[in-house]
């Protein structure tokens, strides 16, 4: 079965520095893709997804995510930390035939003045 | 678009009560999904619906919980009795299955408290 792992579950970064959230997926095929956003009280809002079309993908608020199928990764980052940007991230996985999506545990993302 | 609605946002009752959460998906989408987020086990789905169809409902933790779609507007889950292990926020989320690749829309959530 599919499973999503994001590394570290808190992560803190500075105003203004980069961010670099953290995530795997398990399976040989890769799957489809997305990263999600929830700040505190909500739901989680869709960030950006991967649809095969290309490696890099650009979502909302300034961040992108690179896929590399030969480290089964997906990792979201941002060039420049924003404090609007604190809130916790979500990334999951949708096999290919599965209506089933896969969310890792979260990370936490702290940003400090 | 009002996008996902789910009521109340917050309830609290005693254990042992009958709890009603419910949902109002996008209109036009032909998925819906309940999602339970709790701090130690994260997102769990618990159920899901095609065309109103439940296909997948091995997330249900317990016979306790129920969850119906009578049509392409309106779901509920249930929890009855409920206990205070039920406490938790739980997401309903619906789709457009046209694209194979479409995202998840999320409600707002009902925070669960049980006590």
């Known amino acids: 079965a599919q499973s999503v792992t994001q590394l570290g579950s808190h992560v803190s970064v500075s105003e203004g520095a980069l961010v670099l959230l953290r995530c795997n997926y398990s399976?040989?095929?890769?799957?489809?893709l997305f990263w999600y956003v929830q700040y505190p009280n909500q739901g989680l809002q869709l960030l950006l997804k991967?649809?095969?079309?290309?490696?890099l993908v650009k979502g909302i608020n300034g961040f992108e995510a690179e896929f590399k199928k030969s480290e089964t990764s997906f990792h979201l980052t941002k060039p420049s930390a924003h404090m609007s940007d604190a809130a916790e991230y979500f990334c999951?996985?949708?096999?290919?035939?599965?209506?089933?999506?896969?969310f890792g545990k979260g990370t936490k993302l702290t940003v400090n003045p | 678009d009002a996008g996902v609605i789910q009521s109340p946002r917050h309830e609290v009752t005693e254990m042992g009560q009958e709890v009603t959460l419910r949902c109002k998906p996008i209109?036009?989408?032909?998925?819906l999904f309940w999602y339970r987020q709790t701090m130690m086990r994260g997102l769990e789905l618990l159920i899901y619906?095609?065309?109103?169809?439940?296909?997948?409902d091995s997330g249900m933790p317990e016979d306790r919980f129920s969850a119906k779609m009578p049509n392409a507007s309106f779901s509920t889950l249930k929890i009855q009795p409920s206990e205070p292990r039920d406490s938790a926020v739980y997401f309903c989320?619906?789709?457009?299955?046209?694209?194979?690749?479409?995202?998840?829309?999320f409600g707002n959530g009902t925070r669960l408290t049980v006590t």
């Open positions: 991967y649809t095969s079309a290309a490696t």
């Open positions: 989320a619906s789709r457009d299955r046209t694209g194979l690749n479409s995202p998840l829309h």
């Open positions: 399976s040989s095929v890769p799957p489809y």
């Open positions: 619906f095609n065309n109103n169809v439940p296909i997948d």
């Open positions: 999951a996985a949708l096999q290919g035939g599965s209506e089933k999506l896969v």
């Open positions: 209109s036009g989408h032909n998925s």
